[in-house]
């Protein structure tokens, strides 16, 4: 049976992470970029509205393991940005 998740997040001034009921068990995230652009970073520290990588309105990104999902933090650019977020289990993958 199939383990999905989904949350829609408004990215403001501050960076914010994808929610544990979202991620929890989870191991592949596509996240849609709908408003405006923002940055982010898989790796652990916080992005800032000058360093992570820049995603603009419309594009996607997608994260492939557990670790990336436990680590993903966005921040707007200039103004609040909304993303889309659909997580599922994949097996084999860690």
Sequence with gaps: M??????SIT???T????A???RSGRNRAL?????DQIRFRSDGPAPTASEGHLVDAG???ILESA??????KAIRVTA?????VTTDERAGVA
């Design 20 to 22: 544990d009921s979202v």
């Design 2 to 7: 199939a383990n999905f998740g989904y949350e």
């Design 15 to 18: 960076a914010v992470e994808l």
């Design 80 to 84: 609040d940005a909304t993303l889309k």
């Design 67 to 72: 670790a990336e999902l436990v680590n993903f």
């Design 31 to 35: 996240i849609t970029v709908e408003t």
């Design 59 to 61: 594009a996607s990104v």
């Design 11 to 13: 990215v403001g001034a």
